[in-house]
């Protein structure tokens, strides 16, 4: 059962890839520009410079972009939960959350470069505070609208705090976290990409733009193959995460 | 003696800035191992009520006697809600043991019960199942599970077969009113239907409009027997409950 679904998924996915393909190789033959190599030339040049130049590359920005993620969640969802479930400090951050949550964080980044350096510091606080906002407004919202008659049964089995935390709110919100985590991921890879073309000579992004400044287009596909194939193997990950953690929505 | 007694209870909310109270003078009292049925319109209170005495509102004014303890000092009560009661992220199987594990028993203990129970109530096939795969009438008979693994003596039930089918309703009765026959529970039930008020309360209490408050007591001699649902006196009674319900607007 769960084989042939997984089956019917990697069906899915090689369909996709192959009419992905296919339309950049038309695309490629009408514009016939050096800006956009046919899809053989920019994965044999993948190929080629995988393990020697895009490698560390790679290392770095996955770097960037994990400890993000696991940052923005060990601090957005505890809080959200906390805030979802206590009127008061609910009540008290509303309206800061509300001004705040709309601005886009990215304009803080020169800011940032000024305070924290030009090293990772500054990359992994701009891409955390972005998700973090999001896992925490979603994880506030998802406990804000729980049933409380859930809490009411578990309660009355005497459960103290920690326990309705651990059996209640944090289960009941995990799909809304995981949700917002998976929106989270494709942000964090826009704003990985933006920190990185600035004032730094590591990571994905910096060798696309790299590519691009010196015209080896080939390579610089090589990079954006390299940098898609990251996202889409850390969504993988959150997909899996959620199948294994919240089999009980799928039933 | 009552095994449950409540005298001159009074409750408020704060709501839009203003005090409503939710209960006004009420009084009652249930004897050890009799089952009490609540009957009342919509909003009146009886959920607040039962809030009270599982423990989880102190906010109140008068006297609450469980078993001479305080509904806080109190832990042999157990609730059973309408929905929602099971929680859907769990199985069966922890969703039973779940009040074993919050009251720090033993992993190995809390094995033992949590089988022995669910086969006592003929669930036990059930326990890999979430809640999403059962019908309704299983869903209860495991939040029941869950209640009496604990051993409880006062179940507070509220609206518990509402969202029921009238079959699974009366085959719910019926489960209920043999689990009760083996043990010595004493059951309070809030309901909104009359034959089942008729059916299963030894003492009926008819509440008001908000605030509530109890306007009618009546002992009834034709609780618990399952032939009653057919005879003249439960249609007596049912109709004076009726009457007494429609007095109300
Ligand atoms: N947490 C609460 N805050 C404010 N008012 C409440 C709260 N819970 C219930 N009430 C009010 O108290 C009254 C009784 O509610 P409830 O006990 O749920 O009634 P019932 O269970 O009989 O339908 C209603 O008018 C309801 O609006
Ligand atoms: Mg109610």
Redesign the interface.
Known sequence: MQKIELMHKSFNILTGVIILIVFWYLLSLILNTPALPTPLTAFSSFFELFTSELMPHLTISFYRVGVSLLIATVLGVPLGLFIGKNKKADEFSAPLIYITYPVPKVVFLPIFLILLGIGNISKIVLITLTIFYLILVTTRDAARNL?K??V????????NEF?LYR??YF??C?PAILTSLRLGLGIAMSVLFLVETYATQEGIGYFIMNSWSSLAYDKMFAGIIAMGLMGFFLYLLLDAGEKVL?S?IH? | MDYLSIESLQISYAQDNQITPALKDLSLSLPLGSIGVIIGPSGCGKSTLLSVLAGLNQNYQGTVLINNKSPKECDATALILQEYGLLPWKTTWDNVGLGLQIRGFSKKETVIRTEQILNKLGLFHLRKRYPAQLSGGQRQRIAIARSLVLEPELLLMDEPFSSLDALSREEMQDFLLELWQETNLTILLITHNIEEAVFLGQKIFVMSECPGTIIKKLSNPLAGDYSARGKIEFLETSNSLRSSLRGLN
């Open positions: 049933p008659e859930y009411l049964s578990v309660k009355s089995l005497r459960a326990e059996h209640v289960p009941a995990l919240c009980w039933l």
